[in-house]
């Protein structure tokens, strides 16, 4: 009898032991929220999730660099703006010495003083940025 119950207390300590490594591993996935605690307890979810985790990272360097884009092209056209205004400015001195704009116009403009291009290669300098 004796044999037996050792036998048998030996077969109980065991499983009671099992017993308390799932119980704390079940409390820890309840406590973390998690399924998952390593990547052996479910390779394929784990395998998915990395897939995921990827993708979701694709997406957002994607939106990152819309928005990049989005404020370059709202510098460009604001460079671009400003030149056309240059250019119209410097388009009416050619008016001028074509004799399409009319007398007023003329007395109008000669009050105004020049400089246009030097602006437009300031900006032209601005957008290109140093050694461009």
Do not use: W
Request: with cysteine; glycine share 6%; net charge positive.
């Amino acid at each position: 009898m004796r044999i037996a119950s050792s036998q048998f207390q030996a077969s109980m300590n065991r499983s009671l032991q099992i017993n308390q490594t799932v119980i704390a591993k079940l409390t820890e996935q309840m406590a973390t929220g998690n399924k998952i605690q390593v990547p052996s307890d479910e390779p394929i979810a784990n395998v998915r999730l990395s897939r995921l985790r990827r993708e979701e990272n694709i997406v957002s360097q994607y939106v990152d660099n819309i928005s990049a884009v989005k404020i370059r092209l709202s510098k460009n056209e604001t460079y671009l703006s400003s030149m056309v205004d240059d250019m119209g400015a410097r388009a009416r001195p050619v008016r001028l010495g074509l004799g399409r704009l009319q007398h007023v116009c003329r007395l109008e403009f000669h009050g105004q003083q020049p400089g246009g291009t030097a602006r437009l290669a300031v900006l032209q300098r601005q957008y290109q940025g140093p050694g461009r």
